[in-house]
């Protein structure tokens, strides 16, 4: 069988590309291993004591306050507890999927537009 240089070219090529694929780390554990990534778990473990002290004002406050006070702790401790998770990165979970959801935004956003009528 003959190959022309131009399909040794690309088989190469394809080659190439299926090694790095393998051998690659995600951008975001090299991130995590490294001094950025410290920093960036220290700040979400800051943010999830922020939370903690948001959730210990909504216990003083009262009806839909109250309620939105926990919504925005919750949120908050959302955001703080993937931040400062960076680093416990497994092959079968995702940062991504500790983060709180758009709809949990939304719904926050009108709870907060309520209590400014």
């Known amino acids: 069988m ?8 690309r088989i190469i090529r394809e080659e ?17 291993r490294g001094r950025g ?7 979400g473990a800051k943010i999830e004591a ?19 006070l926990y919504n925005i702790a919750e949120f908050v401790q959302k955001v703080g507890t993937s931040l400062s998770g960076l680093g416990e990165l497994s ?6 999927d500790s983060l709180p959801t758009v709809a949990e935004l939304r719904r926050l956003a009108k709870d907060i537009q309520k209590l400014e009528r």
């Open 2 to 9: 003959k190959i022309t240089k131009g399909q040794l070219k």
């Open 16 to 32: 190439r590309f299926l090694l790095e694929q393998v051998d690659r780390e995600s951008e975001l554990r090299e991130f995590a």
């Open 37 to 43: 990534g410290n920093n960036v778990r220290k700040s």
């Open 50 to 68: 922020a939370a903690r002290g948001i959730e210990s004002e909504a216990e003083i406050q009262t009806g839909k306050m109250r309620e939105t």
């Open 91 to 96: 092959e079968d979970a995702s940062m991504s």
